[in-house]
């Protein structure tokens, strides 16, 4: 018995001294050398206790659909050439579906029959006579288009989280909220806020167009835009005035090639000191571009960024190695946050920002201020209250109680878990004591009732924690389980809460039913007590 109780005071105190080991960067400053060569990180606080950034964004998944649907009609403007079938235009009808203008209804037959089993996610859902030719229209199968937006969701989550890890924010937390929004809060950022936002929103949808030469640009103007052709502007700004200038391009809509390709964007000063940002495609993109500029040579090819023309260069040849470059008047500024959200990818759909908040970090030491006061007199009052009513067992609680409360802010700083700190953890810090207490309780309870039944002080003991042990572990299972769903779908302070409810309950166990009873044995086997105050 004497052996058993070594071993546990053994990992009582390795418990002991790996809490304090985790906890201790929280409290004061390191050396160097711990720096170094061991773990120095502090209990990581959550954005309403040390102020940040907390965003609520909606994907536009509309968009992302539409992106899909153009990029089919691409392709299958490529196997139509491929095959020779001659068609007049393609062009997108709906959200979901386009239409194809065919030559004759011999030439739309060769189409089902060479072609659409290729394009397997699109049904043909008419087909007949039209004022130009034959005309058929494909849609996206429903379920598809489910796929394509949930799938633009996830992509969003990933794009942003690579762009906030680039920015240099620390433990970032971007996360789903329902089917189309996400939540985005950047802890500790106090400064740069707005760059941070327009980093965050921006679509960074990289474009390969051709400039519609054929078309009437100031005919388009005036509003008699061509069928498959669009307006956009090229900002040009003064570099002594600042005045910004527009210049208007007739570009065609289809899509040629998109930066989904790209591996690499970096910024480069010209001969002239101008920034421009050099990108380079990966194989397939490389492949394709040298395939669009050897089949347009002599034509104008317009970037295209976020619905912005950035440059329209003339073809002079078939460009491969796949390299390319954006010129435009970037500050240095600009042109870094440019390369850095296109090395990000871009977001498969444009997001709208539907709250923006600001937390300063006034707001968050206050309300570490208070919480760490309220657990504090709570303690306190606990502390009294449990050595005036069960004497010293009560005493034996409050060092468990103490235990309990370094060993779930050393659980929360672990490398392994790195959990975050938030005002309803404190919250949930603060009711894990209660409970804590509570288990105590309801031991000592149990020890009184077996005195007054008759039983030896030795016998109560054992008998006490043997009757508590199932309720105490049925409650605090029972709060763990509800916890759970909080900690996997929650986000932000609820997850925050529930993390810290969770630990503080397993810690609660370990010292009401582990700790005070190594006490108690010691206190029998080793002095010798014949009576129990409780």
């Not at 990992?11 to 050398?33: H, K, N, W």
């Not at 794009?159 to 500790?188: H, K, W």
């Not at 760490?372 to 007199?377: D, K, S």
């Not at 105590?440 to 020890?447: A, K, P, Q």
């Amino acid at each position: 018995m004497i052996e058993s109780l070594k071993t546990r005071f053994i990992i009582i105190f390795a418990v002991l001294a790996v809490s304090l080991f985790l906890i201790y960067p929280s409290i004061g400053p390191v050396p160097a050398i711990w720096s170094k060569y061991l773990p120095d990180s502090p209990i990581r606080l959550g954005l309403d206790l040390q102020g940040g950034l907390y965003l609520v964004l909606e994907v536009q998944v509309e968009k992302a659909v539409e992106a899909a649907v153009d990029q089919t009609m691409l392709e299958v403007s490529g196997l139509m050439k491929d095959e020779r079938i001659r068609y007049i235009d393609i062009l997108r009808k709906n959200t979901d579906s386009f239409v194809i203008d065919f030559k004759g209804a011999d030439q739309a037959a060769l189409f089902d029959e060479k072609i659409l089993e290729k394009i397997a996610t699109f049904k043909k859902i008419s087909g007949g006579p039209s004022e130009k030719g034959f005309e058929t229209e494909l849609q996206l199968d429903p379920k598809t288009v489910d796929s394509i937006k949930q799938k633009a969701v996830r992509q969003a989550v990933d794009t942003i989280r690579n762009r906030v890890d680039a920015f240099g924010v620390a433990e970032p937390d971007v996360v789903i909220q329902g089917t189309d929004r996400i939540v985005v809060q950047l802890p500790g950022l106090k400064e740069d806020v707005n760059r941070a936002i327009d980093i965050i929103r921006r679509t960074a949808r990289l474009e390969f167009r051709l400039v519609d030469e054929k078309g009437d640009l100031s005919a388009a103007l005036k509003g008699n835009v061509p069928q498959g052709s669009e307006i956009l502007y090229q900002l040009d700004k003064n570099p002594r005035t600042g005045a910004v200038g527009r210049t208007p391009f007739l570009v065609k809509k289809q899509v040629l090639l998109t930066g989904d390709l790209l591996t690499d964007a970096r910024v480069t000063p010209d001969q002239t000191g101008r920034m421009i940002i050099g990108m380079d495609f990966n194989r397939l993109g490389a492949q394709q571009f040298e395939r669009i500029t050897g089949e347009h040579v002599r034509e104008r090819l317009a970037i295209v960024l976020d619905n912005r023309v950035y440059s329209a260069p003339v073809i002079k040849d078939r460009i491969s190695g796949g390299s390319a470059i954006i010129e435009g008047m970037f500050s240095p500024d600009e042109a870094h946050d440019l390369a850095l959200v296109l090395r990000a990818g871009s977001l498969p759909a444009p997001v709208k920002i539907l709250e923006n908040r600001s937390v300063g970090p006034s707001l968050g030491e206050d309300s570490i201020r208070s919480g760490r006061n309220a657990i504090i007199l709570g303690m306190l009052l606990i502390a009294i209250g449990m050595a005036v009513y069960y004497r010293l067992s009560g005493l034996v609680a409050n060092i468990a109680l103490l235990f309990n409360l370094l060993l779930i802010f050393a659980v929360m700083v672990s490398p392994g878990l790195r959990a975050t700190l938030t005002l309803p953890g404190l919250a949930g810090v603060a009711l894990t004591i209660g409970m804590a207490i509570d288990a105590n309780i309801l031991i000592f309870e149990r020890i009184r009732e077996e005195l007054r039944a008759g039983r030896t002080p030795r016998s109560a003991l054992e008998n006490g924690y043997a009757k508590a042990f199932s309720t105490i572990f049925d409650s605090n299972l029972t709060t763990i389980l509800s916890a759970l769903p909080l900690i996997q779908f929650g986000t932000g302070p609820i997850k925050g809460f529930a993390v810290t409810l969770c630990i503080g309950l397993l810690a609660s166990m370990f010292t009401a039913l582990f700790v005070t009873r190594a006490i108690f044995d010691y206190a029998f086997l080793v002095k010798r007590i014949k009576t129990f105050s409780v």
